[in-house]
């Protein structure tokens, strides 16, 4: 069920396009309903695509090829770290791993208390500043050492009062 505020946020992104090209606004609604129930459920790409007026399947392709979108509930923080092949050839991987240890999760998981999700991602556009990581798609850390990776994993628990 969309909120007015919601359909209100959906009108200003789609006003941005010809009116018949509001399907360019895919990516805006879909970040909307990301922001307000932190991930994309199938109910809401529905919702997205009657609104937009375009099938389904086509809002899905969106949601499936940006590993931006969360195709299923994340912890509190989410942490991407790129591991294509410039990251890999410097500890990118080794940074994954040594967070799968600290968090006591596989890539792909969250921890049980629902503080955080840890994904791997393709590249991130700072190659030179590897290893790197997104938190919430919003946050770039760069140069991210084992005391850097342990650095933010403790300061953001201590924040939630879990240290």
Known sequence: ????????????????YPADQKQSAVMACLSIVQQEEGWVSAENEAIIAEYLGMPQIAVHEVTTFYNMYNQQPTGKYKLNVCTNLPCQLRDGYKALHHLESKLGIKMGETTSDGMFTLQQSECLGACADSPVMLVNDRCMCSFMTNDKLDELVDGLRAAEGQA
């Open 1 to 16: 069920m969309m909120t007015e505020a919601t359909k209100a946020r959906f009108a200003r992104e789609v006003a941005k």
